[in-house]
Antibody, heavy 118, light 112 residues
Framework: EVQLVESGGALVQPGGSLRLSCVAS????????MSWVRQAPGKGLECVAT????????FYVDSVKGRFTISRDNSQNSLYLQMDSLRAEDTAVYYC???????????WGQGAQVTVSS | DIVMTQTPLSSPVTLGQPASISCRSS???????????LSWLHQRPGQPPRLLIN???NRLSGVPDRFSGSGAGTDFTLRISRVTADDVGVYYC?????????FGQGTKVEIK
C-alpha cells in the first residue's frame, strides 16, 4: 500500500523558517518524481515545488522561488521542503504528492499545517 | 502561464440527477511527448484530494463508472451520470505540461 506521511508543520513567525518532511512507503520511491502541493484556507490547490526522481531537475512556482528548496533522500525514501523567509500568504496545508506514470497526482499524504503569523 | 477555468464554481444537484463540470484552458495542453495529461480530482472537506480520472478519460481503479471524462484541445468535461451523497465536495481539473502542474479553481458539488 502506498503511503505518504508528512511532518514538520508548525506555527512560525513571518520571516522564519520551517522544514517539512515526507516519508514514502509502498512503492519504489527512487523511480518517481515527487511534489509539494499546498492549499491555503478555503482556497484551491497549488503545486509549489517538484523534483525529478534523481534530483537533477527542480521546479518551483514563481511565488516561492528563492525562498523554498525541495530536496530528497532516496536512501531514506524521504522528500523535504525547506521554507525560508516565510510570509503570511504561505499559510496553508502542505501535501506531499506523487505524480504518477500519467503525470497526475495519484497519491497524496494527509497534509501538514503551516501557519505563518506573529 | 496556463490558466485553467472551471465552470460552474458551484453546482447544486438533486440526488440521482446528472452533473457536469467544464474545464477550459487558456492555451494548448499538449505535453512535450505529444499527449494531453488532463486529470480530475475530488476533495471532501478535511481530506486530501483523490485522483478520479487521468489523461482526459482514463478512470482509475475503484472509481465508479458514473464518472466519465471527455474533451480535446482546450475544452474538457467531467460528468457524473447520477449524483450520490458520496459525490459531494470540490472537483478540480489539473494539467501537467513540461514539468508544471496547474489546477483549476475548483467546483463545489452539493446536494439540493
Amino acid at each position: 500500500e502506498v503511503q505518504l506521511v508528512e511532518s514538520g508543520g508548525a506555527l512560525v513567525q513571518p520571516g522564519g523558517s520551517l522544514r517539512l518532511s515526507c516519508v514514502a512507503s509502498g512503492f519504489s520511491f527512487e523511480t518517481y518524481w515527487m511534489s509539494w502541493v499546498r492549499q491555503a484556507p478555503g482556497k484551491g490547490l497549488e503545486c509549489v515545488a517538484t523534483m525529478s526522481s534523481y534530483g537533477n531537475q527542480k521546479f518551483y512556482v514563481d511565488s516561492v522561488k528563492g525562498r523554498f528548496t525541495i530536496s530528497r533522500d532516496n536512501s531514506q525514501n524521504s522528500l523535504y521542503l525547506q521554507m525560508d523567509s516565510l510570509r503570511a500568504e504561505d499559510t496553508a496545508v502542505y501535501y506531499c504528492a506523487r505524480p504518477g506514470s500519467l503525470w497526475s497526482f495519484d497519491f497524496w499524504g494527509q497534509g501538514a499545517q503551516v501557519t505563518v503569523s506573529s | 502561464d496556463i490558466v485553467m477555468t472551471q465552470t460552474p464554481l458551484s453546482s447544486p444537484v438533486t440526488l440521482g440527477q446528472p452533473a457536469s463540470i467544464s474545464c477550459r484552458s487558456s492555451e494548448s495542453l499538449v505535453h512535450s511527448d505529444g499527449n494531453i495529461y488532463l486529470s480530475w480530482l475530488h476533495q471532501r472537506p478535511g481530506q486530501p484530494p483523490r485522483l478520479l480520472i487521468n489523461k482526459i478519460s482514463n478512470r482509475l481503479s475503484g472509481v465508479p463508472d458514473r464518472f466519465s471524462g471527455s474533451g480535446a484541445g482546450t475544452d474538457f468535461t467531467l460528468r457524473i451520470s447520477r449524483v450520490t451523497a458520496d459525490d459531494v465536495g470540490v472537483y478540480y481539473c489539473m494539467v501537467s505540461t513540461q514539468s508544471t502542474w496547474t489546477f483549476g479553481q475548483g467546483t463545489k458539488v452539493e446536494i439540493k
